[in-house]
């Protein structure tokens, strides 16, 4: 069947959008090139989307349908490293997620969610921060250093200089790379490790200290 025989939903405008992004990125999406993607006349996107904004909430509802529920049993810490964690592994499939929680979009008014939404999303964090019993200013601090933090570890490899090496070229590179630091001893010592860094295991690394600061800082009030 054709692309201009099969009805054009809402569904397969959000499904499309999701797949520009994984091509081109978030800034590859716009409503021109998702009426080309479908075959359509762009003017027929806006009566399923009233616009790009809404396209954006509904892409990263998708998303946050997916985040487990929080366990209220479980320490506040715990909580507050799986949710920022899930949240990750979503926005490394679907950045459109994390341009919504960080723009704080509370609220959509002419978008009807399917699922959790952004506000939730953004309650239950705030929830788990209230639960440490941090003042509301550093709760507010904090809410705001961790959703940059995880969001800084999803944008990273598409913010980087140059792109990652193929396959066949990574030995030469790391050694072309070490022969240009040789003066650099610490650089040096690391540069193995740099070429080999784990987004996730970074994050988690991130988290264990900042959490654990929070922690700390609850227990001294």
Request: aromatic share 4%; with cysteine; glycine share 6%.
């Amino acid at each position: 069947m054709s692309a201009d025989r099969v009805p054009l939903t809402r569904e397969r405008i959000v499904q499309a959008a999701l797949g520009l992004a994984r091509q081109e990125g978030l800034a590859g999406v716009s409503m021109r090139k998702l009426a080309q993607e479908l075959g359509v006349e762009a003017m027929s996107l806006y009566h399923h989307v009233p616009n790009k904004r809404a396209l954006l909430v509904l892409m990263a509802d998708r998303s946050l349908a997916t985040l487990r529920p929080v366990d209220p049993a479980t320490p506040w810490t715990e909580r507050l490293t799986g949710l920022l964690q899930d949240i990750f592994h979503a926005g490394m499939e679907n950045p459109a997620m994390i341009s919504v929680l960080v723009a704080q979009e509370l609220d959509a008014p002419d978008v009807n969610v399917s699922g959790r939404s952004a506000i939730e999303v953004i309650d239950s964090i705030l929830e788990i921060l209230a639960d440490s019993g941090l003042s509301a200013q550093d709760q507010v601090h904090a809410y705001n250093s961790l959703i940059s933090l995880v969001c800084g570890f999803v944008l990273g490899p598409a913010l980087a200089l140059t792109p990652a090496p193929p396959n066949e070229s990574v030995r030469e590179q790391r050694r072309l790379s070490g022969a240009a630091v040789e003066t650099l001893p610490a650089l040096a010592g690391v540069l193995d490790r740099l070429h080999t860094a784990d987004a996730a295991a970074d994050l988690r690394f991130s988290l264990d200290l900042y959490v654990g600061a929070l922690d700390r800082l609850a227990a001294s009030k």
